[in-house]
T-cell receptor
Framework: EAGVAQSPRYKIIEKRQSVAFWCNPISGHATLYWYQQILGQGPKLLIQFQNNGVVDDSQLPKDRFSAERLKGVDSTLKIQPAKLEDSAVYLC????????????FGPGTRLTVT | AQTVTQSQPEMSVQEAETVTLSCTYDTSESDYYLFWYKQPPSRQMILVIRQEAYKQQNATENRFSVNFQKAAKSFSLKISDSQLGDAAMYFCAYRNNDMRFGAGTRLTVKP
């Protein structure tokens, strides 16, 4: 079984630029999550999708962050415009609720904003 | 809001010895899941062990076991016969409707 795929693995941008991250979950997993992990901290949930609908986006900074999962499979997370404090690893995870809530994580995208 | 606290930023253990990582959480819910995840330097988060709150029996996975104290809201991870490959960041996580992670404990294994 293929794991969760993310791209790019690394991205360096200047502040006020925009950036997009892509995630392809494990086949058949209905639930998809985006997390932000700042260096030295645990992951913080940004948004949760169930199929193509948003379940929880309470911690997503909606003035600059957006995410979509149009066909209920892969997802994109966008930041526009980026700030220095957005430097972090962005993790994507997926789960099949019928499998006991275990989340499978991708390798992450490390974003550096200069 | 549910919070997860890991009070040990760093821990060290000698190879083949046993180490316990601490985790406490705050919740008003009675039904939830607790997890320990491992994150090696490569960054891929891997599930180590899972505990359902309604189960009184502590979960065990080979060398990994938990001490789940529901009343005390405590969920510690014990690693027996530590191996060099156990060196990583360990995150405690709580899940009800959403997932909350602790700040992590960096485990070093000395040969």
């Amino acid at each position: 079984e293929a794991g969760v795929a993310q791209s790019p693995r690394y991205k360096i941008i200047e502040k006020r630029q925009s950036v997009a991250f892509w995630c392809n979950p494990i086949s058949g997993h209905a639930t998809l999550y985006w997390y932000q992990q700042i260096l030295g901290q645990g992951p913080k949930l940004l948004i949760q999708f169930q199929n193509n609908g948003v379940v929880d986006d309470s911690q997503l900074p909606k003035d600059r962050f957006s995410a979509e999962r149009l066909k209920g499979v892969d997802s994109t997370l966008k930041i526009q415009p980026a700030k220095l404090e957005d430097s972090a690893v962005y993790l994507c995870a997926s789960t099949n609720p019928g499998q006991g809530y275990e989340q499978y994580f991708g390798p992450g995208t490390r974003l550096t904003v200069t | 809001a549910q919070t997860v606290t890991q009070s040990q930023p760093e821990m060290s253990v000698q190879e083949a010895e046993t180490v316990t990582l601490s985790c406490t959480y705050d919740t008003s819910e009675s039904d939830y899941y607790l997890f320990w995840y491992k994150q090696p330097p490569s960054r891929q988060m891997i599930l180590v062990i899972r505990q359902e709150a309604y189960k009184q029996q502590n979960a065990t996975e080979n060398r990994f076991s938990v001490n789940f104290q529901k009343a005390a809201k405590s969920f510690s991870l014990k690693i027996s016969d530590s191996q060099l490959g156990d060196a990583a960041m360990y995150f405690c996580a709580y899940r009800n409707n959403d997932m909350r992670f602790g700040a992590g404990t960096r485990l070093t294994v000395k040969p």
